[in-house]
């Protein structure tokens, strides 16, 4: 079911990354439940972080154009704060490939900072931090769950395994309670749609809505599992009020196996437009590909009590319907 609670009305919240994909849908969602939100976001070019994005809430929100890195602002920022979405970093494979410091000045250095930060000036705070399904690196059998081996395969998801880590390690050490959650392949309103370097899904419902060919790649037989927006900000504002998560890692996804094959064709009936053909790896996607990945999100469901609810069709449709409705906006 929709996730509903009085638990944030009237508390403090600051979202890293609030202006992005994953931290808008957050914030509005947070505003919704009576929360007081401030935004950080240093408009990272490329990643998506987006004013409209937070339009229905913009005058409910503090917004600061910040960086986690900066130690004396992000001092101040987490004061008095309750909960603590810690969602910003590099998280572009390109950039990663081709410029190693990004993601280790922003990812792993950045996090320092912040968790500092919470240590010295509000231990009290919860935090979510949002890694990604990378961290594991190619899957040696199906679906993973949180005891698999991560051996990742790019400088990327390294520095995100590392910043789950940095942040384990507060939780243990300096007792600032943390959850870590796993993400894997989110899709919905609020995403960039610019380039295609990361989000598959939003930039197939691009190529959908602009009635182009979406490019499968290989054999289209590859297996992920795609999960809607709203069940992944469900799964974080109920993994941060359950004080069985703090200091746990657990898998986000919908648990349930599907092609791009599949994909693609699920979202052309949708739409009502595009169509779909194979086509060859580039370089960079071949460098990176896992291989076959679902989930097992059997812990988060036991611990947490979340599951998705949310069909593949009903969230492409609602993606398809929202970059419909502000297209201008995205493309």
Known sequence: MRFTTQAFKGRNCLITGGLGFLGSNLAIRLVELGARVTIMDCMLPGHGANLFNIAPVQDQVTVTYSD????????????????????????????SLTDPYPDIEIN???????????RHHNP?????????????????????DEEMPTTPRML?????????KIILMYHQV????????RLTNIYGARAQMRHPRYGVVNWFV?????????????????????????????AMLMSVL?????????????GEPCSFRLLAEALIGVAGSGRWEFAPFTPERAAQE??????????????????????????????????????????
Not at 108 to 118: D, S
Not at 124 to 144: D, K
Request: proline share 2%; aromatic share 10%.
């Open 68 to 95: 986690i890195r900066d130690g004396n602002l992000m001092s101040y920022l987490v004061q008095g704060q309750d909960y603590l979405f810690h969602l910003a970093g590099q998280v572009d494979h390109i950039i």
């Open 108 to 118: 792993i250095r950045g996090t320092a900072t912040v968790m500092e930060a919470c």
């Open 124 to 144: 009290n705070v919860r935090v979510v931090y949002t890694g990604t399904r990378g961290e594991y690196g190619t899957a040696p059998h199906l679906p993973v």
């Open 156 to 164: 990327l998801d390294i520095s995100n395994l590392t910043a789950e």
């Open 174 to 181: 300096h007792h600032v309670r943390s959850v870590l959650l």
């Open 206 to 234: 691009r190529q959908a809505i602009d009635d182009e060919t979406i490019k499968v790649f290989g054999d289209g037989a590859i297996l992920r599992d795609f999960l809607y927006v709203n069940d992944c900000i469900d």
């Open 242 to 254: 359950c004080d069985a998560a703090f200091g746990e890692i657990f898998n986000v996804a919908t």
């Open 290 to 331: 896992p291989g076959d990945f679902y989930a097992d999100i059997g812990k988060i469901r036991q611990v947490v009590g979340w599951q998705p609810t949310t069909t593949l069709r009903d969230g492409l449709a609602q993606t398809v319907a929202y970059y419909r409705a502000h297209k201008a906006q995205y493309w």
